[in-house]
C-alpha cells in the first residue's frame, strides 16, 4: 500500500471520527433539553387544568365499575391462552431431502474459485 495513500486515510479517520461523535453528543443534548422543556410545559398545563380533588369514596367508585366490566374480558383471554391446539413436541420437526442440496457450493461464482485462493 502506498504511505502516501495511508496517511490520507489515517489523517481522514482521525478528523472524521471525532466529528461524528461530537455531533452524536450535540444531538443527545438537544434531546435532553427538549425532553426537560416538554416535561415543563406538560406540568404547567396539568396544573392549569387540575380539578378540585373529589372525595376518595366517588373517586374508588367508577374505577370499582370498570374492573367489574372488564374483569371477564381478562378471563376470556386468559381462557384463550391456555387453550393448547397441538402438544409442543420435537416430533413437529421432520427434515426434508431439500437440506442435502446446498446452493452455495453449486452456485456458479462458487464452485468455479474458492474464496481466497488465487489460481
Known sequence: MDIEAFSYTLITTAIGLPTVFCFLAFLA???????????????KAAAKAAPAPAPAAKAAEPAAKAAENTDWIV??????????EEPVSALAWTPSENLKYDS???????????SGVNR
Open 29 to 43: 443534548i438537544i434531546m435532553v433539553l427538549l425532553g426537560k422543556w416538554d416535561n415543563a410545559k406538560r406540568a
Open 104 to 114: 452455495w457450493a453449486s452456485a456458479p461464482r462458487v464452485s468455479k474459485r474458492l
Open 75 to 84: 378471563a376470556a383471554v386468559a381462557a384463550y391462552v391456555a387453550q393448547d
